[in-house]
């Protein structure tokens, strides 16, 4: 009886430490918390398997600094809500290193807070440009912002002589962070808003305010949103038969826009990431193998490339290579380093992070992108 | 006597954090509990005792957080002052609305209150201007209670804790009171009640207004510890979880409310690891319950108890 207890305490102490001496050189723990399902799903399903991806590319590589790679993810379904209860398990309980993620800019905003009062690394893949304005000390994006988007588009008006536009948007979160964003930057640009309609995301037809745009002297339609609601919008701007130019976001740049939006897609412009359009670079273009090869990698296991895992591939490579340089996990080695970040070749363009700007990339990191015949053509 | 229960449990509150420090499932999990249980025990005063359905009491909630995340970061208002104003605004929007929703009943009422909620959900969305829209609020200063700044998981636990005990506190005594009766008799029949002399309308106004201070209050708080509010969290999906979490502990039981309270929250936690099967697992549980404890969670579990333990004390005696 004594002996068998003596074994057991033996037993456990054992385990114990043996517990502990793999905690040691235990794996770098990367934290994610992404919307893999709901309606921001296909940004966040792609953004996962990249991860995943990347990650076993990694370890079968010998992982970093000698030590393996491991990813814990949980899943948002697109609330805030649920995004700040599972960085808060990520970071007490799974005791991760560094996080990547934040599918959307709501998940992203609300833990934010969190992630500053426990020092912990977030690179996030949402576009909100409030993530990195002001920029805050432990937060970092590598997703274009909305106000890129939408200069981008006005620089494209300002090339076609169009100065009259109708605003269309929906009431997620997207859509009110890039009207926010259009409005805001319109004066500058010498663009006259003639409309500004909306509508909710989970409508079925938006005829009504399209209607009232036909009304106005418009030269062109901009509608900003992701999902379903923009395709639904441009095919209702082809069947109410209004001709002019229609500009959406980045936020379509998927090949299931062009599916759901059919024959009204022909001819919609749009700002989107050099990756949905890598194969027609100039071979000069520094991004151009690194996009040929992610894309190659990514679609010889799963569907076709999407730009949201591109900001995935870019989000951990720079974890990756601010890791590597800190030359360890330390929290304040690795965030120093990610602000360190120069001249990182990824799919959304060239990174040239500073203290002041936590995301780094400039306007030519968006390519305007006309819809042709079912496929991507760059118009510059 | 009659608080022994609300002793133990109080004890035992008080314990968790002294044994288990630094455990995610008492700092941070226990926070989320503690904040469900006082909307549950304010809900459970309604549905349980008043025998009043509310599909919409996570607006609430809702008024609660907002009033505390824009008077503090837009009019930086003390925060103590904004949750009284939180308080207020939620207080005389409950006793505005009581009079004509309180007339409907079944069906009529849940419809009424779905659509309540539905309402302060779509202005959280719309009014941007104020809330921040579907984004949300961010940077919410810290809980200052009269010059103390409540920070870090263990303070904001002991805060939490303090307000959840007042509310069961409050609660068991509202129940034991002269309204807590008169409201069971307005539950039985509304019309006998009436012919007794016990005015239901007043009653279950009154009823209504605590219910929906309960859940102002804990919105404030849940405002101040997250640092950030967005729509999401008021939603109608969290008025339905609310009322599980009542149906599921037990009505009429201000434990049986805490219990389902506690009890969902930690399933959600513990669920979580098995990804796409949660939500499976979650329902088949929910369902279990339902079936084979109809008197929920705390009825249940404690009769179970009980049986079991005459069973001990009858084959003692056997034995003897």
Redesign the interface.
């Known amino acids: 009886m004594l002996k068998s207890q003596f074994l057991r305490t033996l037993l456990a102490a054992a385990l114990f430490v043996s517990a502990n001496l793999v905690n040691a050189a235990g794996p770098i723990k990367i934290g994610t918390f992404l919307t893999t399902t709901g309606p921001a799903s296909f940004l966040g399903d792609p953004e996962l398997k990249t991860l995943q991806m990347i990650v076993e590319d990694i370890n079968a590589k010998g992982g970093l600094n000698g030590r393996n790679v491991e990813l814990i993810h949980y899943d948002t379904g697109g609330n805030a809500r649920e995004a700040l209860n599972f960085v808060k398990r990520l970071i007490r309980k799974d005791n991760v290193d560094l996080i990547v993620g934040g599918t959307t800019s709501g998940d992203t905003l609300a833990v934010i807070p969190e992630v500053e009062k426990e020092s912990i690394p977030l690179i996030s893949l949402a576009g909100a440009v409030e993530i990195i304005e002001p920029a805050r000390k432990w937060v970092f994006k590598v997703a274009h912002t909305d106000r890129m988007a939408a200069a981008k588009i006005f620089e494209d008006l300002r090339k076609r002589h169009l100065t009259q536009v109708a605003l269309i948007t929906g009431d997620g979160g997207f859509d009110k962070s890039g009207r926010a964003q259009i409005l805001k930057l319109a004066p500058e640009y010498g663009i006259t808003l003639v409309a500004d309609e909306s509508y909710g995301n989970k409508d079925t037809d938006m005829t009504t305010p399209l209607t009232k745009i036909r009304a106005t002297s418009a030269q062109a339609i901009i509608n900003f949103g992701f999902g379903q609601a923009p395709a639904i919008v441009t095919k209702n701007i082809k069947q109410l038969g209004i001709g002019l130019p229609v500009y959406q976001s980045h936020g379509v740049a998927s090949q299931t826009f062009i599916d759901l939006a059919g024959d009204a897609a022909e001819g919609v412009r749009l700002p989107a990431a050099a990756l949905v359009v890598a194969g027609q670079l100039a071979d000069t273009d520094p991004q151009k193998p690194i996009l040929l090869a992610y894309k190659k990698a990514y679609e010889s296991k799963h569907g076709p490339v999407s730009t949201f895992g591109g900001h995935a591939y870019d989000g951990i490579l720079i974890a990756a290579e601010a890791i590597k340089r800190a030359g360890g996990t330390d929290k304040v080695k690795v965030r120093d380093e990610i602000e360190k970040t120069q001249g990182f070749i990824g799919t959304a363009g060239v990174f040239n992070m500073t203290p002041e700007d936590h995301m780094g990339l400039n306007l030519d990191a968006f390519k305007m992108v006309e819809i042709h015949n079912g496929a991507w053509k760059i118009v510059e | 006597m009659r608080l022994t229960g609300f002793f133990i449990f109080a004890a035992s509150v008080v314990l968790l954090p002294v044994l288990f420090p630094d455990n995610?499932f008492v700092?941070?999990v226990g926070i989320?509990a503690g904040l469900h249980v006082i909307l549950a025990v304010g809900l459970n005063l309604l549905m349980g005792y008043a025998g009043q359905i509310s599909l919409g009491h996570a607006a609430f909630f809702g008024m609660g957080a907002y009033a505390s995340a824009i008077l503090t970061t837009r009019f930086s208002w003390p925060s103590l002052l904004a949750m009284l104003a939180g308080l207020w605004v939620a207080g005389t929007i409950a006793w505005l609305l009581a009079r004509p929703i309180l007339r409907l009943r079944g069906h009529y009422l849940a419809m009424a209150t779905l659509g309540f909620g539905i309402i302060i959900h779509v202005i959280l969305?719309?009014a941007?201007h104020w809330t921040g829209?579907?984004?949300?609020l961010?940077?919410?200063p810290p809980l200052n209670l009269l010059g103390w700044t409540v920070d870090g998981?263990q303070q904001w636990y002991g805060v939490i804790a303090a307000a959840m005990l007042l509310s069961i506190w409050l609660s068991l005594n509202i129940v034991d009171s002269r309204i807590g009766r008169a409201l069971r008799a307005v539950r039985g029949s509304e019309f006998a009640a009436q012919m007794m002399g016990i005015d239901a309308t007043r009653a279950k106004t009154q009823i209504f207004v605590v219910s929906a201070l309960f859940a102002a209050c804990a919105g404030s708080l849940f405002a101040h510890q997250?640092?950030?509010v967005?729509p999401?969290?008021f939603s109608l999906m969290i008025s339905v979880e609310l009322v599980t979490m009542v149906v599921l502990g037990g009505m009429a039981s201000t434990f049986g409310a805490a219990c389902g309270a506690i009890a969902l929250t930690l399933l959600h936690?513990g669920l979580?690891v098995f990804?796409d099967y949660e939500m499976l697992i979650h329902g088949a549980l929910l369902m279990a319950v339902m079936i084979f404890l109809p008197q929920g969670l705390f009825a249940g579990v404690s009769q179970g108890v009980r049986r079991g333990w005459a069973l001990i004390a009858s084959r003692q005696r056997h034995k003897g």
């Open positions: 995610y700092t941070v989320a969305v719309q941007a829209g579907p984004d949300g961010g940077e919410i998981d997250q640092a950030f967005s999401d969290s936690e979580v990804e």
